[in-house]
């Protein structure tokens, strides 16, 4: 019997401490609410990203009211002109292509005309009056390149068209003097290259408004009318030209009277002016 009683007391300890083992870990709502809120460590920070940005040129972001700034080529901002002194001492007979479109040639360069009264070669006329157009230049600050400073040169006309090229030159003045069979036949004229060659379409309107600008100023300096303006398709040093271009004519040294004029040095200022003030007039037009 007591043996029965002490199994039995013993059973019932089992039971009561098994209940207790299931029931100890349950955890109520309010029970949860209340427990200390576990502290996450920050993770520590990363450094941004570096992104190189793809390089695609993007519109420029105006101000509001402001205008975009002009695109000027390097030609004009530097405002150069390119002075060709026409011919040299000596011609060169040699053949060359009158222009880039034609298989007809030329001789490259001649010696130009003479005085029909001075005698003075228009080789040497055409240096001294581009020698005063350059300084009348440089005073208003236009910058100054010449293909030539000497007369013991040799300079085709492609070549010099070739050197206004190069020097990207805003424009190219060409400074000769006429000839005619007729004595009487007079005063200056400006040329210029004809748009009715493919190549020099890009040039012709620049070209003839510079030339206009010119033989204004010609005529306010000299109370002459001068001979006009004129398009040329057959002049090497035109066709072979990738900039604006044009070939002022002085005057005729076959005209006794003009010969002399030409070489009279408050004349040749008056030219030397007169083409100046066309020229900045056309750099200013741009």
């Known amino acids: 019997m007591n043996v029965v009683k002490r199994a039995m007391q013993l059973v019932l300890v089992l039971l009561v401490g098994l209940v207790a083992a299931c029931g100890g870990e349950q955890v109520g709502v309010g029970q949860a609410n209340s427990l200390p809120a576990v502290a996450v460590a920050p993770t520590p920070e990363s450094p941004a990203a570096v992104v190189q940005p793809v390089q695609v040129p993007a519109p420029a972001v105006l101000e509001q009211g402001s205008e975009p700034a002009p695109v000027e080529s390097q030609a004009v901002a530097r405002r150069l002109v390119m002075l060709d002194p026409g011919h040299q001492r000596h011609g060169n007979n040699a053949p060359e292509a009158v222009g880039p479109d034609t298989r007809e040639t030329k001789p490259k360069v001649s010696s130009g005309t003479v005085g029909v009264r001075t005698k003075k070669p228009e080789y040497v006329l055409n240096l001294e009056v581009s020698q005063l157009i350059k300084a009348e230049l440089m005073k208003r600050g236009i910058e100054v390149a010449m293909t030539r400073e000497s007369h013991e040169v040799d300079i085709s006309n492609k070549q010099r068209a070739d050197m206004a090229n ?83 004519e002085l005057g005729f040294m076959t005209n006794p009277e003009e010969d002399e004029r030409l070489s009279e040095a408050e004349y040749q200022q008056k030219l030397a002016v007169g083409i100046a003030d066309g020229l900045e007039q056309f750099l200013s037009a741009r």
């Open 166 to 248: 190069e020097a990207s030159a805003a424009l190219a003045v060409r400074i000769h003097a006429d000839g005619d069979s007729s004595p009487k036949t007079s005063g200056f004229s400006v040329l210029y290259p004809s748009a009715s060659v493919a190549s020099l379409k890009p040039i012709a309107a620049d070209s003839r408004q510079a030339a206009g600008f010119i033989a204004e100023q010609l005529k306010a300096v000299t109370g002459t009318p001068g001979r006009g303006l004129s398009a040329r398709s057959d002049l090497s040093g035109f066709n072979w030209s990738k900039v604006p271009v044009v070939l002022v």
